[in-house]
């Protein structure tokens, strides 16, 4: 009888394991960390040449997620011309080694991939594919543009979208010309609803480019659009380009961080442009479960130091 009743309880605790486990795996947590603004030309790109790699300070909290991601505001390539405009960034390829290490997609929705022309920029989106480095808000035409990117970890399926409304909007892709995914608000929305219903993510948050830069908080502007991409289905809303840091808020229990400021890049003398933010999401089917962010100061070279313990941003349960 003893051992009729041991093995009855065995299997009801293997039983119940087993559940467990299915309902683990049913409900899977996937980690994302947003970096902000990503320039690998000029004093950073003469830095990458030279051995350093202005992604070590943060390898350690970067290479604790599960999926990691930039803004790449600047173009990787060799041709092109620069465009007339006060400031141009094009990076050597020699960069793409260092920037698959550290991250696993990037948005090229800003007001710098075009820089040297729509050459240039079909150029990077080659190079990125044959480097096997995912990218979104940007493609070689306006579909592809606008579709987004589907990364899929622990059979959780993650939509990134992109998106730049900061001109000049020549650098907008067209129906048979490359280029980034210009942010009007029609067409945000229904490629949000389109991440959900066409392409079955689970979880999809817009990258935005956005905002006046050196402004310490969100515009109306921002904060009405962040508003409809939420009422729209996002489960977060994350932004860069002013080059500092800006608010960040729960709308409707999801979190809006609506600048992440600088990441790599040099140039600036003010803390306020060297404070960065590196956004970490920890979610689920349900949506965004955890929020926090990391604080780091960008030295004279262009390279990023963590200061400190992350800072969580509260949701509701």
Same mark, same amino acid.
């Given at each position: 009888? @003893?051992? @009729?009743?041991?093995?009855?309880?065995?299997?009801?605790?293997?039983?119940?394991?087993?559940?467990?486990?299915?309902?683990?795996?049913?409900? =899977?947590?996937?980690?994302?960390?947003?970096?902000?603004?990503? @320039?690998?030309?000029? &004093?950073?790109?003469?830095?990458?040449?030279?051995?350093?790699? !202005?992604?070590?300070?943060?390898?350690?909290?970067?290479?604790?997620?599960?999926?990691?991601?930039?803004?790449?505001?600047?173009?990787?390539?060799?041709?092109?011309?620069?465009?007339?405009?006060?400031?141009?960034?094009?990076?050597?390829?020699?960069?793409?080694?260092?920037?698959?290490?550290?991250?696993?997609?990037?948005?090229?929705?800003?007001? &710098?991939?075009?820089?040297?022309?729509?050459?240039?920029?079909?150029?990077?989106?080659?190079?990125?594919?044959?480097?096997?480095? =995912?990218?979104?808000?940007?493609?070689? /035409?306006?579909?592809?543009?606008?579709?987004?990117?589907?990364?899929?970890?622990?059979?959780?399926?993650?939509?990134?979208?992109?998106?730049?409304?900061?001109?000049?909007?020549?650098?907008?892709?067209?129906?048979?010309?490359?280029?980034?995914?210009?942010?009007?608000?029609?067409?945000?929305?229904?490629?949000?609803? *389109?991440?959900?219903?066409?392409?079955?993510? /689970?979880?999809?948050?817009?990258?935005?480019?956005?905002?006046?830069?050196?402004?310490?908080?969100?515009?109306? *502007?921002?904060?009405?659009?962040?508003?409809? @991409?939420?009422?729209?289905?996002?489960?977060?809303? %994350?932004?860069?380009?002013?080059?500092? $840091?800006?608010?960040?808020?729960?709308?409707?229990?999801? =979190?809006? $961080?609506?600048?992440?400021?600088?990441?790599?890049?040099?140039?600036?003398? /003010?803390?306020?442009?060297?404070?960065?933010? $590196?956004?970490?999401?920890? $979610?689920?089917?349900?949506? %965004?479960?955890?929020?926090?962010?990391?604080?780091?100061?960008?030295?004279?070279?262009?390279? !990023?130091?963590?200061?400190?313990? !992350?800072? =969580?941003?509260?949701?509701?349960?």
């Amino acid at each position: 009888m @003893m051992t @009729m009743t041991r093995r009855w309880l065995t299997a009801l605790l293997l039983s119940a394991s087993a559940l467990c486990a299915a309902a683990a795996d049913a409900d =899977p947590t996937v980690s994302i960390v947003f970096m902000g603004d990503v @320039m690998l030309a000029d &004093h950073p790109g003469q830095r990458i040449k030279q051995g350093h790699d !202005p992604f070590k300070p943060f390898a350690s909290i970067l290479d604790s997620a599960d999926v990691r991601v930039a803004n790449l505001e600047c173009v990787i390539a060799r041709g092109g011309k620069a465009e007339d405009k006060p400031y141009t960034f094009r990076a050597h390829p020699r960069v793409l080694k260092l920037l698959k290490r550290h991250v696993d997609a990037v948005s090229v929705a800003n007001n &710098h991939s075009g820089d040297f022309g729509r050459a240039a920029f079909a150029e990077m989106l080659g190079r990125l594919d044959g480097a096997k480095l =995912p990218y979104f808000g940007g493609g070689h /035409d306006l579909s592809q543009a606008h579709t987004p990117l589907l990364i899929e970890r622990k059979g959780l399926r993650i939509a990134l979208l992109g998106y730049d409304e900061f001109f000049p909007r020549s650098f907008e892709a067209g129906h048979k010309h490359p280029g980034v995914a210009w942010s009007e608000d029609e067409q945000v929305v229904l490629d949000i609803r *389109r991440a959900r219903s066409v392409h079955r993510a /689970d979880i999809v948050i817009p990258f935005m480019h956005w905002g006046e830069e050196h402004q310490p908080r969100a515009n109306d *502007r921002q904060r009405e659009l962040a508003r409809k @991409m939420i009422d729209a289905g996002a489960d977060a809303v %994350v932004g860069t380009h002013p080059h500092v $840091v800006q608010d960040a808020e729960l709308y409707r229990g999801k =979190p809006i $961080v609506y600048s992440l400021g600088n990441f790599i890049f040099d140039g600036f003398d /003010d803390a306020d442009n060297n404070t960065a933010w $590196v956004l970490r999401l920890n $979610v689920d089917r349900t949506g %965004v479960r955890q929020a926090q962010i990391h604080v780091g100061r960008i030295d004279r070279h262009g390279t !990023p130091h963590p200061t400190g313990q !992350p800072m =969580p941003i509260g949701l509701k349960p």
